[in-house]
């Protein structure tokens, strides 16, 4: 798990339960929760969430962020236009631990319409308890930073 413990969560309105979910499971296990909503259900524009955690995290107000929509892919593609935000979707554990340990990425992506809470609840613990390896690795994701430059 990484140092500092403060982690963005956001979503549209595809995926408010789950996120509130989330968000009681990781402030149990010991993380700040910055959770920026929406929290009333009437229909919004993802991008607007997935930009505004993106920009948390690449500000460096917070290590991690965690982000939802009904497939997590739109909220996923808004995030990833921030310099400095790496962000995957992720159904699975092996997924979610492998964006860490060999992307380093700092953002993860859900989709509420994908699955349901037993499944991401543990995809986010794999997320949150793996470390990235460096090494070759950290070449590679220099080359997704020299992309944005
Ligand atoms: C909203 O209906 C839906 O399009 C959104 O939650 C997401 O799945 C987009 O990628």
């Known amino acids: ?22 968000a009681k499971h990781i402030a149990a296990a010991g993380w700040e929760v910055v959770d920026i909503g929406p929290t009333t259900p009437e229909s919004t524009h993802y991008p607007k969430h997935g930009e505004a955690a993106a920009r948390k995290v690449a500000s460096g107000d917070c290590a991690l962020g965690i982000i939802l929509c009904g497939t997590g892919q739109g909220i996923m593609m808004a995030a990833n236009k921030v310099k400095g935000v790496r962000c995957g979707v992720c159904s699975d554990t092996f997924s979610a631990r492998m964006i ?16 349901g809470e037993g499944l991401a609840l543990d995809i986010v613990d794999a997320f949150l308890g793996a470390e990235f ?14 992309i944005e430059d």
């Open 100 to 115: 860490r340990q060999h992307n380093n990425a700092n953002m993860l992506s859900i989709g509420a319409r994908v699955v």
């Open 1 to 22: 798990m990484t140092d500092t413990k403060r982690i963005v969560l956001s979503s549209d309105h595809a995926a408010i339960e789950l996120r509130q979910a989330i």
């Open 133 to 146: 390896e460096g090494g070759r690795h950290g070449t590679r994701v220099d080359m997704i930073t020299a």
